[in-house]
Nanobody, 129 residues
Framework: QVQLVESGGGLVQDGGSLRLSCAASGRSLRNYSMGWFRQAPGKEREFVAANRWGGMWTGSSTYVSDSVKGRFTISRDNAKNTVYLQMNSLKPEDTAVYYC??????????????????WGQGTQVTVSS
């Protein structure tokens, strides 16, 4: 079992920055693919970013959705068992609850939420205009 706890959300002005953290316990994240999703009120959960674990020889690859490309960056620190989502140039449309997710090994499709086995409780991000 993997437990995921997000933190770092909050209220920020249009154009501001936040860094979300996802701390894992129960297992090392070293061989896990990790994802960030978000859900705004009245909308479906949507893919934001992923760090896909391709195995010992391939290593990991990162992906971001078109809506956040150039503004958001996903990274991981295996020593701290933590995944981060750096969010810059935030816009009001980025307002949502952000969720961290994990899957052991590789992912067929990084943007599909049903690919992931573990989820955090979410952290609220609100961007004011």
């Amino acid at each position: 079992q993997v437990q995921l706890v997000e933190s770092g959300g909050g209220l920020v002005q249009d154009g501001g920055s936040l860094r979300l953290s996802c701390a894992a316990s129960g297992r090392s994240l070293r061989n896990y693919s990790m994802g960030w999703f978000r859900q705004a009120p009245g909308k479906e959960r949507e893919f934001v970013a992923a760090n896909r674990w391709g195995g010992m020889w391939t290593g990991s690859s990162t992906y971001v959705s078109d809506s956040v490309k150039g503004r958001f960056t996903i990274s991981r620190d295996n020593a701290k068992n933590t995944v981060y989502l750096q969010m810059n140039s935030l816009k009001p449309e980025d307002t949502a609850v952000y969720y961290c997710s994990a899957k052991y090994g590789n992912l067929a499709r990084v943007s599909r939420d049903d690919e992931y086995d573990y989820w955090g409780q979410g952290t609220q991000v609100t961007v004011s205009s």
